[in-house]
Each structure stands twice: as C-alpha cells, then as structure tokens.
C-alpha cells in the first residue's frame, strides 16, 4: 500500500535533504560545531565563510528542558495517581479533558501569556525572592532578567504536563486490580499500595512517558523563542537570559544570508538528531509495555 | 506475576500515623491536579479578557497594511491563510494518512507494517520546526515561499497523528462485522470501504479534526515555508503567505500597545478555533458505538 510507505518515504527524505544540505557546515566546523561558542554568520552565497559553533544554543536547549521536565514529571505524577488511584469516575473525567485541553492551546499562545502576563505577574515574584535568598549559588545568581531560562521551562513544563500524565496514567491504569486489594489486604494504606505497588510496576512507561516529554521540550519552538530573550553567550544563572536551537532558527531565519540558512538547517539536523534518539528510545520503552498505546500523545 | 517478587515495603509506625501520612500525600496530589489546572484558567481568561476587548468587526474583516504602532485594522489575512492552508494540509493528510491506517489494519503481517507504525510515532515527536527547514530544502529553495508549502509542512505533521488515530478506531471494528461482509461474498476492499470505514467514521473525523486543530496552531513551520503576507493571499504559490499564530508571533514580541492588542485579539480567535475544532471532535466520538 503506497500511503503506508508514504510515511516512510517522508521520514526518510526528511533526513536526507536536510542533512545533505548541511553538510558543507558540518565539514568547514568540524567538532567544534558542537562545542565552540562562537556564532558568526558569513555572507556568502555559495561557500561557508563564517564560524559555526553551536554550543550556546544546545546549552539552552538542555538547560529549559532539563527545567522543564524536573517540574512536569512530579507533577503529572501526582495528577495520574490523583486521577487513577484516588477520584472517582465521576471527579476523573472531566479533570482528564481539562488536562488534555492544555495540550490542545496553540504554543505561540502560550508564548504571548507567558511573555506579557505569566512571566511578569505571577513568577518574578518568587524568582525575585529565590535570587535574593539564594543568589550565592551560581545557578541562582540574580538579577532576574525579564527573559531567562527559568521562564521559558516553567511554560515549557506547562506544555508537557498534558503529555506526560496522559501516558502515565494510562500506564497506572494498567496495573491490576488484584495487585492492589493484595497490598490493601496486607493493611498497606492507600499511598503505601501507590509507592510499593502502583509505581514500581509503572516504572518502564514513566521512563518513557518522561523522555516522550522531554522530546517534546526539546523540540518545542515558538512559546520558548518569546520568552528566552536571545543572546550568544553562556550564563549559568537560570535567571538569565540564553538561546535555544529551535528558538535560533526561527529568531534569525529571516535575516540570514544563504550560508546562514545551511548553518541554521546544520542547526536543525542536529536538534532532529537529539530528539530522534530519545524518541526511539521511548517508543522502544513504551513498545515493550505491550497493551499501552500512547494514542494520547500523538 | 512479577508482584510475587516486589517486597510491599510499609512503613513502620503506628497506624494512625500511617493513615494520616496517607492522606496527606493524597492532599499532595490534588495540589498537582491544581497545579495544571490554574494555568489552564489563567491562559484562557487572561486570552479572554485581554482579547474580547479588542476583537471586533473591524478586527475580523480587515486587515493591517498601515503602520504596526497603530491601533485598528484585523487579522482577516491571518484568518484566511490559517483557512487555506489547514483545509490544503487536511486534503492531503487526511486521505493519505486514513490509507496507511487501512494498510496497517488490513495488512498486519506485512514486512512494511512494522516500521510504518513505528516510524509512524517516531514521526510525531519530530520537532515542527525541523519539518518547517525540511520543506524549505526540498521546496522553498526551487519555487519561493507561498500557501502551497505552508500547507505541506501543515499536512506532514497532521499525517502520524491521523494515521495513529484511524488505526486505533480500525482496529476497533468488530471481526464479526467483516467476516459477515466476506461470508456474502464480498471482497477485501468492498469489506474495507462498504464495512470497515462507514462504521469507524466518526473516530476516523475524530482523529482527522484534532489533526486539524493541532496544525492550525502550528507557527514554527510556517515561519520557514509561508514566511509572511501583508495582506489577503489567494494565490495557491508563491509570494508568502500569512496566519494567525504568524501574526501573533511578530506583534507579540512588538514594543507597541496597539500591536500586542491586536495579538490578544487574534490569540483569542485562534483558541476559539483550536477548542472548538477539538470540543466538536470529542463530541463526534462520543456518537461512535465503538470506541476504546
């Protein structure tokens, strides 16, 4: 069936060209694409005449992501064990459908709250009052900045909180019944049957369900381009401003000269490459639980 | 079966503290809940209430070609290529990607089934901004920016999430129903197109409408492939085109009141759509009789 290999043909074009295109960067940079900090863009049309050094954007990207999944992944914990283990069908669904209609909100609209309305109202506050308490602690050194890392990860976390608690729960809702009237037989307590019976089974689809969320962070563009600010150099402090690779492209893609563009693409491919190894690896994870479809997160 | 070899690790202490403990973590929980949802009210009332003011009739049927530091105009040019280009992208995603769904139903065994479904969710979890740079090497480069490659890079990434969805609702058609089409005599494809899809079709609409909804908010592609219009673009290549999440993107990011007025605005045009389009979803799988 030729719809069928369609899939596959798109997947695999989707490598090639980009990756073909960018090969010309790849070669003049050497390893040092990978580590350098230095971004330069030449002017040139036809061959590579500017350093390409990509460092400062990877950075960014783990470090929102990282940020980002240290608040999601408790907390979509919480909720599918809150939705699983302790409501009922009738308080469930509808916090289930709210969940999932966070999901379903366009990221540049994430991006416009969180740059004109959650960022300055509701978390400079606590940033504020973090940095000046723990300030002496690089990562926290002050002062905070109207566009940094920390914001970007708290919306990011946002984002994949909805992806998250949908494979968890799914994967929760998986554990037999018998498994936790055995442990409530036993006189485990409610959150004692959760800690020894329902998170341990659980365990494999939460490491999946966990890098399936930080794939998604990784890749996620636009609401992270309005709220990390830009910048070419690398700041420890989460509080202050970087760049990510995603947020690279589509902050300098319009004003780039054409070997710009092949150092943005060389960009792509390199974030496509990330997000590809720890989406087969969650995939193969998720694969393995057998009866989970993961259908929630497409 | 693997229980059998889990220690039950209860903690010591009397019971009532042991109860107490358990509710507390309980409490614990119902915070994460309101965790997600406070940001869930807060971003649609805040979108509401900074963007009911600001979208009204002149706001929905003109567009802005004067100054960005004005007040006035719409986003009528955004709304039409958000349009365009999502019908375009659902054309050609939808039919593809219910096809590979067939295959893989249909064909369980075949050599390609495997890596289809697996690519196939592999796929999903591609960055949309890499999809946006790949149609920009294969096409934006040879014929220009323009509607037509907006929407392609729109389809390709609604295709893994209609495939996915169409074979979760394929997969749910009862056997009885098919063997019963193959016992009168009918073949594969009558059975498929007479039987299997008539009674998967409101998941099959299901799953193509959240496809939609998920695309018309895409931005990041489209930055790369439709680049920017200031006004109405009918034309089917070529030029630029323009979108609602384009055109909040560039005023969002403004210094000028008048122009983060007119993103709120569209911001809340844009989520009515995208909730609609995924509430109405909801409510056609619920008319299904067989769902998961």
Do not use: C
């Given at each position: 069936?030729?719809?069928?290999?369609?899939?596959?043909?798109?997947?695999?074009?989707?490598?090639?060209?980009?990756?073909?295109?960018?090969?010309?960067?790849?070669?003049s940079?050497?390893?040092?694409?990978?580590?350098?900090?230095?971004?330069?863009?030449?002017a040139?049309?036809?061959?590579?005449?500017?350093?390409?050094?990509?460092?400062?954007?990877?950075?960014?990207t783990?470090?929102?992501?990282?940020?980002?999944?240290?608040?999601?992944?408790?907390?979509?914990?919480?909720?599918?064990?809150?939705?699983?283990?302790?409501?009922?069908?009738?308080?469930?669904?509808?916090?289930?459908?709210?969940?999932?209609?966070?999901?379903?909100?366009?990221?540049?609209?994430?991006?416009l709250?969180g740059?004109?309305?959650?960022?300055?109202?509701?978390?400079?506050?606590?940033?504020?009052?973090?940095?000046?308490?723990?300030?002496?602690i690089?990562?926290?050194?002050?002062?905070?900045?109207?566009?940094?890392?920390?914001?970007?990860?708290?919306?990011?976390?946002?984002?994949?909180?909805?992806?998250?608690?949908?494979?968890?729960?799914?994967?929760?809702?998986?554990?037999?019944?018998t498994?936790?009237?055995a442990?409530?037989?036993?006189?485990?307590?409610?959150?004692?049957?959760?800690?020894?019976?329902?998170?341990?089974?659980?365990?494999?689809?939460?490491?999946?369900?966990?890098?399936?969320?930080?794939?998604?962070?990784?890749?996620?563009?636009?609401?992270v381009?309005?709220?990390i600010?830009?910048?070419?150099?690398?700041?420890?402090?989460?509080?202050?401003?970087?760049?990510?690779?995603?947020?690279?492209?589509?902050?300098?893609?319009?004003?780039?000269t054409?070997?710009?563009?092949?150092?943005?693409?060389a960009l792509?491919?390199?974030?496509?490459?990330?997000?590809?190894?720890?989406?087969?690896?969650?995939?193969?994870?998720?694969?393995?639980?057998g009866?989970?479809?993961?259908?929630?997160?497409? | 079966?693997?229980?059998?070899?889990?220690?039950?690790r209860?903690?010591?202490?009397?019971?009532?503290?042991?109860?107490?403990?358990?509710?507390?973590?309980?409490?614990?929980?119902?915070?994460a809940?309101?965790?997600?949802?406070?940001?869930?009210?807060?971003?649609?009332?805040?979108?509401?209430?900074?963007?009911?003011?600001?979208?009204?009739?002149?706001?929905?049927?003109?567009t802005?070609?004067?100054?960005?530091?004005?007040a006035?105009?719409?986003?009528?040019?955004?709304?039409v290529?958000?349009?365009?280009?999502?019908?375009?992208?659902?054309?050609?995603s939808?039919?593809?990607?219910?096809?590979?769904?067939?295959?893989?139903?249909?064909?369980?065994?075949?050599?390609?089934?495997?890596?289809?479904?697996?690519?196939?969710?592999?796929?999903?979890g591609?960055?949309?901004?890499?999809?946006?740079?790949?149609?920009?090497?294969?096409?934006?480069?040879?014929?220009?920016?323009?509607?037509?490659?907006?929407?392609?890079?729109?389809?390709?990434?609604?295709?893994?999430?209609?495939?996915?969805?169409?074979?979760?609702?394929?997969?749910?058609?009862?056997?009885?129903?098919?063997?019963?089409?193959?016992?009168?005599?009918?073949?594969?494809?009558?059975?498929?197109?007479?039987?299997?899809?008539?009674?998967?079709?409101?998941?099959?609409i299901?799953?193509?409408?959240?496809?939609?909804?998920?695309?018309?908010?895409?931005?990041?592609?489209?930055?790369?492939?439709?680049?920017?219009?200031?006004s109405?673009?009918?034309?089917?290549?070529?030029?630029?085109?323009?979108?609602?999440?384009?055109?909040?993107?560039?005023?969002?990011?403004?210094?000028?009141?008048?122009?983060q007025?007119?993103?709120?605005?569209?911001?809340?045009?844009?989520?009515?759509?995208?909730?609609?389009?995924?509430?109405?979803?909801?409510?056609?799988?619920?008319?299904?009789?067989?769902?998961?």
């Amino acid at each position: 069936m030729l719809s069928g290999a369609a899939v596959l043909v798109v997947l695999g074009l989707m490598i090639g060209s980009t990756t073909l295109d960018s090969l010309p960067v790849f070669f003049s940079q050497g390893i040092s694409f990978l580590t350098g900090t230095n971004w330069d863009p030449g002017a040139s049309r036809t061959e590579i005449t500017g350093t390409y050094q990509a460092w400062v954007f990877i950075y960014g990207t783990l470090v929102t992501s990282l940020i980002a999944i240290v608040i999601a992944l408790p907390v979509a914990v919480g909720i599918a064990l809150f939705l699983t283990e302790v409501a009922g069908h009738r308080l469930a669904r509808p916090l289930i459908y709210m969940v999932e209609l966070l999901a379903a909100v366009p990221s540049v609209i994430y991006g416009l709250w969180g740059l004109h309305f959650f960022a300055p109202v509701i978390l400079k506050p606590p940033a504020n009052a973090v940095s000046d308490a723990l300030g002496f602690i690089p990562i926290f050194a002050g002062p905070v900045i109207s566009f940094n890392f920390f914001f970007a990860g708290v919306v990011l976390a946002i984002m994949i909180i909805p992806i998250i608690t949908a494979l968890v729960r799914e994967v929760f809702t998986a554990v037999p019944d018998t498994d936790r009237q055995a442990g409530f037989a036993l006189g485990a307590t409610r959150w004692e049957v959760m800690r020894s019976i329902v998170v341990p089974r659980s365990r494999p689809g939460i490491i999946g369900a966990t890098m399936l969320g930080l794939g998604r962070a990784l890749g996620e563009t636009i609401a992270v381009a309005l709220l990390i600010g830009g910048g070419t150099a690398i700041n420890f402090s989460i509080f202050q401003q970087g760049e990510t690779i995603a947020a690279k492209i589509v902050n300098t893609f319009q004003e780039s000269t054409p070997e710009g563009i092949d150092a943005l693409i060389a960009l792509g491919v390199t974030l496509f490459a990330m997000t590809i190894v720890i989406n087969v690896a969650a995939r193969l994870i998720v694969r393995r639980l057998g009866d989970v479809s993961g259908e929630a997160v497409a | 079966m693997t229980t059998a070899h889990m220690p039950l690790r209860l903690t010591t202490g009397s019971g009532r503290r042991r109860a107490r403990f358990s509710r507390f973590m309980t409490g614990v929980m119902a915070v994460a809940v309101l965790l997600a949802l406070i940001p869930l009210l807060l971003i649609i009332g805040v979108t509401v209430a900074k963007g009911l003011p600001a979208l009204n009739w002149e706001f929905l049927t003109s567009t802005f070609n004067h100054s960005r530091r004005e007040a006035g105009g719409g986003y009528l040019h955004g709304l039409v290529g958000t349009l365009y280009m999502g019908g375009l992208a659902a054309l050609m995603s939808i039919p593809m990607g219910i096809g590979a769904a067939i295959f893989l139903t249909e064909f369980p065994r075949h050599r390609l089934s495997g890596p289809v479904r697996f690519f196939s969710d592999v796929m999903t979890g591609v960055p949309s901004v890499f999809v946006g740079l790949f149609v920009y090497t294969i096409l934006v480069r040879q014929i220009g920016f323009g509607t037509f490659v907006g929407a392609l890079s729109l389809a390709i990434i609604m295709l893994p999430i209609v495939v996915r969805s169409s074979e979760e609702v394929l997969r749910l058609v009862p056997g009885e129903l098919k063997r019963a089409s193959y016992a009168l005599g009918a073949t594969q494809w009558q059975t498929v197109f007479g039987v299997a899809l008539p009674t998967a079709a409101p998941g099959l609409i299901t799953g193509s409408m959240l496809a939609v909804a998920r695309a018309l908010g895409e931005t990041a592609p489209l930055v790369l492939t439709a680049l920017a219009a200031q006004s109405v673009v009918i034309d089917f290549q070529g030029g630029g085109q323009t979108a609602l999440p384009l055109l909040i993107f560039r005023e969002a990011r403004g210094a000028f009141e008048a122009g983060q007025q007119r993103a709120w605005a569209g911001a809340l045009e844009l989520m009515m759509l995208v909730l609609l389009l995924t509430v109405l979803a909801r409510l056609v799988g619920r008319q299904s009789r067989y769902r998961g």
